[in-house]
């Protein structure tokens, strides 16, 4: 290999990750002239770490719209089991702080405020106190 294609694999090699021994085998090139090159390349290897991590970002990392798309799936399939269930035997206290808790993410998120109908409250006002 010429040296200049070694230097140009050393650069991808070590900006991949590489140890110093293993391109050294791979290359055939002393430890101590890979350091040297390193201090050369210092620059050409760090912008083709960034490059190849902005290339896995872009590959695994979604939009937030596809995040919140995501969310909102999981969101509704939790919901569906959710109303399967009955919770007669979870303490008031327990769905009442289960209740806050969803109230106070939904303001979060910036949506309206949720009103409950009057026969709702009534019916969870009896069984508070009851």
């Given at each position: 290999m010429v040296d200049n294609e070694k230097k140009?694999?050393?650069?991808?090699?070590?900006?991949k990750g590489y140890s110093y021994d293993r391109i050294s085998n791979e290359l055939n090139v002393s430890k101590?002239?890979?350091i040297s090159w390193s201090k050369d390349f210092e620059t050409e290897i760090?912008?083709?770490?960034?490059?190849?991590?902005?290339?896995?970002?872009?590959?695994f990392y979604?939009?937030?719209?596809?995040r919140i798309e995501i969310l909102g799936?999981?969101?509704?399939?939790?919901?569906?089991?959710?109303?399967k269930r009955d919770f007669s035997n979870i303490p008031t206290d327990k769905l009442m702080e289960l209740l806050?808790?969803?109230?106070?993410?939904?303001?979060?998120?910036?949506e309206q405020t949720i009103f409950l109908e009057k026969e709702y409250f009534e019916t969870m006002k009896s069984k508070w106190e009851g």
């Open positions: 140009t694999k050393f650069i991808e090699l070590r900006a101590p002239t890979l760090a912008n083709l770490k960034a490059i190849e991590l902005e290339s896995l970002r872009e590959q979604c939009t937030k719209q596809k799936k999981q969101l509704q399939s939790i919901a569906d089991e959710l109303e806050m808790k969803i109230l106070n993410q939904i303001k979060q998120e910036g």
